[in-house]
């Protein structure tokens, strides 16, 4: 007996037999533009809807066959084995909107991701914040060699009369301290690392190589963000004004910027117009997206605040699996048959 296995919803299931799976299609459970099925004897996963009699029961099963002369035939691998994965065959990307985004599944790819990689995430995290202290503690030396150091708080005495200007000393001591070369300094920085580890998660999502040098690999590219990054806060800042939901909707719209440009290796206005392409018809699942990501940071820190280290590392794979999804749908979100290898790896 053939065994078939279907993935629904970013979840891989069986195995089952044809008439099973005929059962589970007949009751709804199969959506044949959506659902993807395989068996051992085809070459990789295909829409439901296109294997002969599943999603129709009164014809007859059949299924697509493997090329025998092709040297990337078929896997032939069981459950527990390792599948042979198709070289040198480029994915298509979906149309724009046709698999609408899973939350919730890419979610759970996330959280999957990050503890299949648990230890090189934490060994580059470790890294990134590495640098990141590194550099705030040189620029404070350099502020400090420069006579740029911010001059101390005075904190009026209890029963003194606090003058303007020792409330507006008091207030700027909550904020970042430095001078204006230290923070566009240290924001560039930051930046530039941004751009490393977007270039990790997308790896990572695409079953790729990664390393802890990735991290700066982001120089090629630091000016195009610059500007695609300054041009986007302006506009979300000029919407957010104008009555909160213009900015939004730019947000949502534009927001995938960041990734076409490592991804793709764009400009700056076509990485916004291929943002807004591949956002299509997923505009208010990437808002629910957003509050996921809030939601998971609130839980991290209520986890007495080390469960933050597992959070945003799970918040930083959603995102780059709902970047995947919207060019390649639920393809992101799933694993060559039998391997942990992603079906992306293709790519």
């Known amino acids: ?73 078929a896997p032939t691998a069981g459950w527990n084995e390792v599948a042979q994965i198709t070289v040198g065959e480029n994915l298509e990307e979906i149309s724009p909107g046709s698999d609408p985004l899973d939350v919730m599944a890419c979610a759970k790819r996330g959280f999957n991701l990050t503890i299949r990689h648990f230890g090189m995430i934490l060994v580059i995290g470790i890294v990134y914040l590495g640098v990141s202290f590194g550099a705030g503690i040189i620029l404070s030396a350099v502020d400090s060699a420069l006579g740029l150091t911010p001059p101390p708080v005075t904190v009026p005495t209890v029963g003194e009369s606090p003058t303007e200007q020792q409330i507006q000393a008091f207030a700027n001591g909550f904020q970042t301290q430095g001078s204006s070369l230290h923070q566009i300094l240290n924001q560039l920085l930051s930046l530039f690392l941004s751009i490393g580890l977007t270039r990790i998660g997308l790896n990572l999502v695409s079953g ?117 999804w919207l060019q390649y749908g639920h393809r992101a979100a799933l694993d060559h048959q039998g391997t942990q290898t992603p079906m992306l790896a293709r790519l």
């Open 1 to 73: 007996m053939t065994e078939w296995y279907y993935a629904k919803d970013g979840q891989q299931n069986g195995p089952v037999s044809f008439e099973a799976l005929v059962e589970i299609a007949r009751q709804g459970g199969l959506n044949p533009t959506k659902d993807l099925v395989w068996n051992k004897s085809m070459t990789d996963w295909v829409i439901a809807g296109q294997v002969p009699g599943l999603c129709s029961p009164t014809a007859a099963p059949n299924t697509p066959t493997a090329d025998p002369s092709n040297p990337y035939a």
């Open 208 to 324: 790729k190589p990664i390393s802890v040098g990735m991290l700066f690999s982001g120089a090629r590219k630091l000016l195009p963000m610059l500007g695609g990054y300054i041009i986007f806060m302006a506009a979300f800042v000029i919407g957010f004004i104008l009555l909160i939901v213009p900015g939004i909707y730019i947000a949502m719209r534009y927001g995938q910027f960041f990734y076409a440009i490592v991804d793709r290796d764009l400009g700056i206005i076509d990485s916004f117009k291929y943002s807004s392409s591949i956002t299509t018809n997923n505009r208010t699942k990437l808002f629910f997206l957003v509050l996921l990501y809030i939601a998971m940071g609130i839980a991290g820190i209520l986890a007495l605040c080390v469960g933050i280290l597992f959070a945003m590392p799970v918040i930083w794979l959603t995102g780059a699996v709902a970047y995947r």
